[in-house]
């Protein structure tokens, strides 16, 4: 039996760990498609880098250390899959063998850009980008089929937040609604067949999308879980008209902001500017916000971390219901998502019993005394006297660090002594070059990198299928932004470029079969779909048998009349008289079947016309006009 060397098993190792792996993504993602259709699916993401960090820190504090995370998910279809496989073609007109079936060419519907941050205290999720192109009602789905662009949206998201989950770590979710024709497919607002919801439409959808995640993620052990909504220029009331209706959307909504909630700094100071609670998002109306507050106020205040003109967060948001992009005839949302972790209190931080306080059972006294004595520890996590209203003097430490010992200060110095004293060794002899290091491979330092750190969480399971570098991902999404999905046949030309460069030229993505039963009635062929069926049998008064003597209109406007037996006798044409419309003219054929009844009336056979007399022009009088 052979034995590999350790350079060769790692370089397998190595190789085995770059193929992409079939992930659970794909699952998670049949079981919300439709049943009976097939779509592509392109995820590309990058590993953790270091970045600048999100929140600024209050005076005298180092910042987070932070790390950005990029995921695009990309969904394309073939617009032609429902019709027939197209014919093989003969390799020349009298050959016998055929050549393969040209391949379908896919077609982008869907894409969205999510960015991860994470440090220390908190892992955060940004929706950078969304968009469709349009193309997706080709497929022909079934009336009363959920959107698959929602489904595939909160699946990704709850994907990301699983595989991301940190212990006792907070995690927030957060985005920005605002309606536009087009985010990442140029030329899509020109395709007819593109639905773009309006500002209340898109504000309301995010919150579709957000809720089940909201409600799945409860039920997972987190402390607790919350969603925050803020529209500038509403009222609260109106606000509460975007969130969905469902049974715990009461509880799991507020109308409001969670900055001082999602910040660590409120506890660990009396108070903390508004400054430093905004972050800083790429493409986000509160960053750009932020730094026009900073170029206004000079580096001292910048220092202090204050404002000129913003003194409190209430401020803030006041104000952001008059910026441009907020005022400008169209709504914008920002929503947030936050799970809290579960967090055990140690018996240091119970507050002491009162009276009406019940006393927790203790199962035994071993228990109790099995109990070791813990040092002082902090208060609880979260805490509720945070003053609203920002002081004009410097934050201050509420547990300020404790002064180092003497003999810690004494050795601290003695070390520092000892670097300046080494001095670096004088090099003597001949000068022996080194010789080149030949690269004979490939290799692919991304993903030499730590899965688990104190600032940043990355499993395999969360990864893209294609992992890139900073400056490779940036280069793929520009290039999207430069194509043109105005028209079909553009659309599909300008998909195949895409997926072909940011492949580098090689076959990715995996396709999904979609598993999601439809609930449309097939029986009857009416795309409607099956709901809650009212029966009302009893209700529904039926009409009472006909009577002898009542007359039936038929289909044919003829007039017929029952008898006693069942019978039905139908009268003739010119039995029926037919009331004239004011205005209309007097056919010549009417005029002659009057005549003809004024004889017959004279004669007297007219049996079944009543006798009429006929008054003379000069019994008439006429009714005098006033002047």
């Excluded at 994470?118 to 959920?146: E, R």
């Excluded at 929602?150 to 699983?162: C, D, E, G, H, P």
């Excluded at 008059?322 to 005839?329: H, I, M, P």
């Excluded at 499993?459 to 520009?478: A, F, H, M, N, Q």
Aim: aromatic share 8%; glycine share 6%; hydrophobic share 35%.
């Amino acid at each position: 039996m052979s034995s590999l060397t350790p350079s060769t098993a790692t370089k397998r190792d190595r190789e085995r760990d770059s193929k992409p792996k079939p992930s659970s993504l794909a699952d998670k993602l049949a079981a919300v498609l439709p049943q009976g259709f097939k779509f592509a699916v392109h995820h590309l993401s990058t590993p953790p880098t270091r970045t600048s960090p999100l929140c600024s820190a209050p005076p005298n504090e180092r910042p987070d250390k932070t790390y950005w995370e990029s995921h695009f998910l990309a969904v394309s279809i073939d617009p032609h899959q429902n019709d027939a496989a197209p014919q093989s073609k003969r390799s020349s007109p009298g050959a016998d063998e055929a050549k393969d079936p040209e391949p379908r060419r896919q077609v982008l519907v869907f894409a969205v850009e999510i960015i991860i941050f994470t440090t220390a205290f908190q892992t955060t999720f940004f929706v950078s980008k969304a968009d469709s192109t349009g193309y997706l009602p080709l497929l022909n789905l079934p009336k009363g089929t959920p959107s698959p662009i929602r489904q595939v949206t909160s699946t990704f998201m709850a994907y990301l937040v699983v595989h991301r989950r940190r212990k006792n770590t907070q995690l927030v979710v957060n985005l920005f609604a605002r309606s536009q024709a087009q985010y990442l497919f140029p030329g899509s607002a020109d395709n007819k067949g593109k639905h773009v919801l309006d500002d209340w439409g898109l504000v309301r959808w995010w919150c579709r999308v957000l809720n089940p995640l909201l409600e799945s993620q409860k039920e997972e052990s987190w402390g607790t879980a919350r969603g925050y909504l803020i529209v500038p220029g509403l009222e609260e009331t109106e606000m509460r008209a975007f969130i969905p209706r469902t049974p715990g959307s009461a509880t799991n909504w507020i109308i409001g902001h969670p900055m001082e909630r999602i910040s660590h700094y409120t506890r660990e100071f009396d108070w903390v500017p508004p400054r430093c609670l905004i972050p800083r998002y790429p493409d986000d109306p509160k960053s750009r916000f932020r730094d026009e507050l900073d170029e206004e106020a000079s580096k001292w205040k910048q220092s202090m971390g204050a404002w000129k003109s913003v003194k409190t967060l209430g401020q803030f948001w006041e104000m952001m219901a008059f910026r441009q992009e907020c005022s400008s005839g169209q709504l914008t949302g920002f929503i947030w998502l936050v799970f809290d972790p579960i967090e055990t209190v140690s018996p240091s931080q119970t507050t002491p019993e009162s009276p009406s306080s019940p006393k927790l059972p203790i199962p035994s006294a071993s228990f109790e005394a099995s109990l070791p004595t813990l040092p002082p520890a902090t208060p609880p996590r979260w805490r509720q006297d945070i003053s609203a209203n920002t002081p004009q003097s410097s934050p201050l430490k509420l547990f300020p660090a404790t002064p180092a010992k003497p003999s810690e200060q004494q050795s601290d110095t003695t070390a520092k002594k000892l670097k300046k004293k080494k001095k670096k060794k004088k090099l003597t002899g001949p000068i022996v070059p080194r010789p080149p290091k030949v690269k004979t491979q490939q290799r692919n330092y991304i993903l030499d990198r730590p899965t688990t750190t104190a600032f940043y969480y990355w499993p395999t399971e969360g990864r893209g299928d294609k992992i890139l570098d900073e400056s490779e991902y940036k280069r793929v999404v520009d290039l999207l932004l430069q194509l043109d999905f105005s028209s079909l046949d553009k659309a599909t030309s300008s998909t195949q470029r895409w997926i072909s460069e940011a492949g580098m030229g090689a076959t990715w993505g995996y396709e999904v079969a979609g598993k999601r039963a439809s609930s449309v009635g097939q029986a009857n062929g009416v795309g409607r779909a099956l709901g809650n069926i009212t029966n009302l049998t009893g209700l529904v008064r039926k009409k009472s048998a006909l009577a002898a003597g009542d007359p039936v209109k038929g289909s044919d406007g003829v007039v017929a009349q029952t008898q006693a037996n069942g019978a039905v006798n139908v009268l003739g044409a010119g039995l029926v008289r037919k009331k004239k419309k004011e205005g209309e003219p007097v056919a010549a054929a009417q005029v002659e079947d009057a005549g003809a009844d004024a004889e017959a009336d004279a004669r007297g056979t007219n049996i079944d016309t009543p006798k009429v007399n006929m008054l003379g022009a000069g019994l008439v009088r006429k009714k005098p006009k006033l002047a």
